[in-house]
């Protein structure tokens, strides 16, 4: 995998070997570094992913009550899919959000993809397993050159801010703890040192009693002192 991402690179840089490749990355890199991170990312996504976890996400949100600010961080935002299947499940909780306060954050490593997400446009083959009733509440269609393809509302798109966040550095931006953090199918790509520092950072922007939401392969049997399963 690495091999055939790589060799792209290669081709658009001239170089004739990853050695080479490499020593004129570290040497001076620029934008090169941005380019080279997109290319290694997996951004593996889709609409209500994994879908058991957002009515434990709507139960949550019931248990909270009255606290307000609400605030979510979607770790691994990709093109955009998860963050905007969390955002249309706090408008279905609450019909009217702007009655709330809700602060949705949707970070990720990939410039590329953050871009795809931030402009919110979408093939229509990658809402087909959304209903209709959601269809026209959140998506507009997309008419002459556009036909095919969708784009998120407006009043869906205003509730995200998207940022760039490496987990595994300590300069995230975020000044107050969350109510729900999800970091999904990410730390699967880390060993498990990272794995535990990445843990360890988002016990600390978690707000007591707050969740975290993990892919159903991820399993962090031994950091239960972080978090309780």
Known sequence: MVYSRLARRLRAT????????????????GDEWERFVNSLTTNLTSFF??????????????KLGTRRPIRVWCSAASTGEEPYSIAIMLLEYWSKVDDYEIELYASDIDSKVLATASNGVYRLDN????????????????KGANDGMVRVKPELRRMIDFMQVNLIRDDWPFQEAFDVVFCRNVMIYFDAPTQRRVLEKIHRVLKPGGMLFVGHAENFSESRDLFTL
Not at 14 to 29: I, P, Q
Not at 49 to 62: D, K, N, Q, V
Not at 127 to 142: A, C, D, I, Y
């Open 14 to 29: 001239g170089k004739s070997s990853f050695a080479d490749y490499l020593d004129a990355l570290e040497k001076n890199g």
């Open 49 to 62: 992913r994994e879908p058991h976890h957002f009515p434990i996400f709507a139960e949550h949100l019931r």
């Open 127 to 142: 809402v087909k397993n959304l209903s209709q009733e959601r269809l026209r509440r959140f998506f507009m269609k997309g």
